[in-house]
Antibody
Framework: EGQLLESGGGLVQPGGSLRLSCAAS????????MSWVRQAPGKGLEWVST????????LYADSVKGRFTTSRDDSKNTVHLQMNSLRAEDTAIYYC????????????WGQGTMVTVSS | AIQLTQSPSSLSASVGDRVTITCRAS??????LAWYQQKLGKPPNLLIY???TLKSGVPSRFSGSGSGTDFTLTISSLQPEDFATYYC?????????FGGGTKVEIK
């Protein structure tokens, strides 16, 4: 089974930027949509963004639209989340997740990377 | 956005109990529902997709049913490793949404 490994999290001041990366292995990365899901401390899961496989079209939650950008590099089996204008409410563990195929579930998740937005 | 309401939000049960968790969608989503299990400090783990299809490798004591707006996750005989939080997620319409979670605790 495949694996996902996130990196790039850390502490950032409000209004700052951070770029998360997710490295995939063990599956044919280019043919699957990839997503980001976050979880604030002690809270539930929140979908953030999805990037499709072929055309690389992107979808975003309203809470991050215009501030976050998802991209993928199929040559490096990597997906990125560029986060700008960060707010305290963006503080969360950010998980990268692979679509099972057919856009109907996330079957592989990374371990997550923590993003803390605080002054 | 489609809202998913899980109930109960928490429950206490004993090993061997039959446990049922429900997920209600604010509008019809056909069978585009997945269930995940999350243990403390770990990422979610897919259990069921398409409302009733068991992911390969997931124990058969887990089952899912429903379509439209009402869905259930059933654990036929609760095992010690099943104590966790369970989430439903809909894939019918973007933005994708999750239920609020159901925490299954030891009685």
């Amino acid at each position: 089974e495949g694996q996902l490994l996130e990196s790039g999290g850390g502490l950032v001041q409000p209004g700052g930027s951070l770029r998360l990366s997710c490295a995939a292995s063990g599956f044919t990365f280019s043919v699957y949509p990839m997503s980001w899901v976050r979880q604030a401390p002690g809270k539930g899961l929140e979908w953030v963004s999805t990037i499709s496989d072929i055309a690389g079209s992107t979808l975003y939650a309203d809470s991050v639209k215009g501030r976050f950008t998802t991209s993928r590099d199929d040559s490096k089996n990597t997906v990125h989340l560029q986060m700008n204008s960060l707010r305290a409410e963006d503080t969360a563990i950010y998980y990268c997740a692979k679509d099972i195929g057919g856009w109907d579930a996330f079957d592989i998740w990374g371990q997550g990377t923590m993003v803390t937005v605080s002054s | 956005a489609i809202q998913l309401t899980q109930s109960p939000s928490s429950l206490s049960a004993s090993v061997g109990d039959r446990v049922t968790i429900t997920c209600r969608a604010s509008q019809g989503i056909s069978s585009t529902l997945a269930w995940y299990q999350q243990k403390l400090g770990k990422p979610p783990n897919l259990l069921i997709y398409g409302a009733s299809t068991l992911k390969s490798g997931v124990p058969s004591r887990f089952s899912g049913s429903g379509s439209g707006t009402d869905f259930t996750l059933t654990i036929s005989s609760l095992q010690p490793e099943d104590f966790a939080t369970y989430y439903c997620q809909q894939f019918n319409t973007y933005p994708l949404t999750f239920g609020g979670g159901t925490k299954v605790e030891i009685k």
